[in-house]
């Protein structure tokens, strides 16, 4: 394990590198079958977005040699898998290592809503967890030159992963036409090889895959905040789900980072009994940059740390080790209502009961926030005016679980959630 966190860091850094001489100019010749790395695909002239086809082609070659020893050091890829199933983590320690898997055996009897009382962190003591490890990759994480705040014109990158399809891809591009293309970056990395996308979104999927699992993205993250951050224009980084609604377009999206005094820092939807925060969270360009150049100490900085969920335990917490301001605010609605856990916040901080009554596919339990089946005219406007200002709301059915979403309209009846807002985007 320890030698996959150390391939993994090394990989990262290579990533980075090969971004730096495609964007130059230089290719990697073709040495080996890539299977489900690449996925190669028409970009229809989108040359330009993420580097011509060549270009990108020579990022996935140097990133394949650099899996194919993680792989090879495991016996097989689906060896690979399985471990990182059974940790939540590949960046471990080999102290820590032996607690965790014994550990593991004991999560199945937590209960699905008290979420203050894991068997992995039989107390609710977050610095005690924050502080577990060795000291001295903390201290180097702290003493790393910071990069400067550049004061700049808000332009967004938008880094969705996905399962197979964009749940609400009608109410996505009207959001996104609101402004001209120069003012966003869409990036769209896939689960599966070949996804179902419009035509309009296909120019914004990256075709390679890096392998990730629930509460496990952060290799992904990371790579993708690398390729956003190769365009200079980019301000602000933003994490998102293929299940996710957009609650305003674009247009008002940059406004308010040009206006609203919050989002001049990183933003994230903080749990302070236990230093995390949500995965879905905006970095600002210095912040994301900082995190993607010293990415080697920074996967040193969490192998200090057991975690029950790595994505909510890396960003923010090793922001908040070096003393970043940092503004809790929730950009990303969920629903974490009847659990224990401190996100169950967000409901009452809504004040959209009438959303809260929408029909759901599943309840919040302590892994998963509410899946919303349904929803009616007077529930989405609600939650759009509420003084949270949420930006995007989350999850729905319709990518990692098949089901169209629907909105109750007083005057149309039944109709496709997609399309409604579709046409509540475009105002």
């Known amino acids: 394990m320890l030698r996959l966190a150390s391939s993994i860091c090394l990989s990262v850094a290579i990533l980075c590198a090969a971004a730096a ?26 040359a330009g977005r993420y580097g011509t086809e060549d270009q990108e082609l020579a990022l996935v070659q140097v990133r394949a040699q650099a899996v194919r020893h993680e792989v090879e050091d495991h016996s097989s890829e689906q060896r690979w898998e399985e471990m ?16 965790l898997f014994q550990l593991h055996s004991d999560r199945a009897s937590t209960s699905t809503t008290d979420c203050s009382a894991s068997p992995l962190f039989p107390h609710r003591d977050a610095r ?31 880094l969705m992963m996905i399962y197979k399809r964009i749940a609400f891809p009608r109410a996505w591009q009207s959001a996104l036409e609101t402004v001209p293309p120069e003012k966003y970056r ?15 979104f296909a120019p914004f999927l990256i075709l390679f895959r890096f392998p990730s699992a629930h509460c496990n993205t952060v290799w992904l993250l990371l790579n993708l905040m690398s390729i956003a951050l190769g365009d200079p224009d980019v301000s602000h980084l933003v994490t998102l789900s293929g299940d996710t609604l957009p609650l305003q377009n ?26 995390r925060a949500e995965t879905w969270f905006m970095l600002r360009r210095a912040d994301a940059s900082f995190i993607v150049q010293n990415s080697e100490q920074f996967h040193a900085l969490l192998s200090t740390r057991l975690t029950y969920c790595v994505d909510e335990d890396s960003f923010y917490w090793s922001l908040m ?11 990303m609605m969920t629903d974490w209502s009847n659990t224990a856990k401190y996100w169950s916040k967000i409901a009452s901080e809504c004040d959209c009961p009438t959303f809260l009554s929408s029909s759901r596919q599943e309840a919040a339990t302590c892994g998963r926030p509410s899946m919303f089946l349904s929803v ?9 005016s509420s003084n949270a200002k949420y930006w995007f709301v989350r999850k729905f059915t319709g990518d990692g679980t098949d089901g169209i979403p629907t909105y109750q ?8 959630l997609d399309d409604a807002m579709a046409n509540l985007l475009t105002r």
């Open 409 to 416: 309209d007083p005057l149309n009846g039944t109709i496709p």
């Open 376 to 384: 009616t005219a007077a529930g989405m406007a609600e939650l759009r």
């Open 321 to 331: 080790e070096r003393d970043v301001t940092i503004t809790d605010r929730c950009l």
């Open 250 to 275: 674009m247009n008002t999206i940059l406004g308010s980072l040009g206006t609203d005094a919050s989002l001049t820092s990183s933003n994230f939807c903080v749990d302070p009994d236990w230093v």
């Open 128 to 158: 005690s967890m924050a502080l577990t490890g060795y000291p001295e990759a903390r201290e180097m994480w702290r003493a790393l030159p910071s990069i400067p705040v550049t004061s700049q014109s808000p332009k967004i990158a938008l």
């Open 21 to 46: 001489g495609a964007s130059a100019g230089w290719a990697v010749a073709p040495s080996r079958k890539l299977g489900h790395l690449a996925h190669r695909t028409s970009y229809g002239g989108a």
């Open 186 to 200: 869409f990036i769209i990395h896939s689960v599966l090889d070949s996804p179902e996308l419009d035509e309009f």
């Open 84 to 99: 990182a199933n059974t940790s939540s983590v590949h960046y471990v320690n080999p102290k820590l290592k032996e607690r």
